[in-house]
């Protein structure tokens, strides 16, 4: 069975199964520079940030099959969540991101879409995705990062409180 995660004009994003468990096939167009980008930065996090691990690259045509991450976005859980929630969930939306940047990357796309919260046994975990913009540690691109961040929970925000009145 594969279910469509994402239609892009780039390349479908796909659920898949691969050596027995579910698996996110993203395809690139040709001489796709974000994908080759991506599967470096997730080779090298290897899951930090919540990242997904890489499983196998192509490169006849760009793909990356990666692990699927179970849960939904930010966005969808941030507006049906309480505010003490939000608040854990956004400290450790700022911990992974510290720790990608520690390990020496920037993400440099931070959207409420690239972030995805899971619920397993009782604990709430968050994984950032889509590293095609990814760039090597730079303290500038860092503070942008971290911009992108107050500026999306602060969007959140705003949406949360206009979608409950
Ligand atoms: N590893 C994954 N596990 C589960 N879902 C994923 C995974 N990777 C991507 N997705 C889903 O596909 C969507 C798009 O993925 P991604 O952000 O990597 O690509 P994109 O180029 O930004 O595409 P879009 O423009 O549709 O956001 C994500 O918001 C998420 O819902
Ligand atoms: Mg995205």
Known sequence: MINCLSSRHEGDILKVWYRGRAACLKIGQKN???????????????????APKIYALSTHRPAI??????????QQ???NASPELRKNIESLVRY????????????????ASNVIVSHQDGEYDVHILDYGRARPYKEEF???D????????????????FTKS
């Open 32 to 50: 796709h520079k974000s994908t080759r980008i991506e599967a470096k930065v997730l080779a090298y996090l290897e899951g930090i940030g919540g």
């Open 65 to 74: 099959i990666m692990e699927y991450l179970n849960g939904v976005s930010l």
């Open 77 to 79: 859980f941030y507006v």
């Open 96 to 111: 992974k991101l510290g720790q990608i940047h520690f390990v020496g990357y920037v993400h440099c796309n931070i959207t």
């Open 142 to 144: 860092a503070d942008k």
């Open 146 to 161: 971290v911009h992108d961040v107050d500026r999306m929970f602060q969007g959140l925000e705003w949406l949360t409180r």
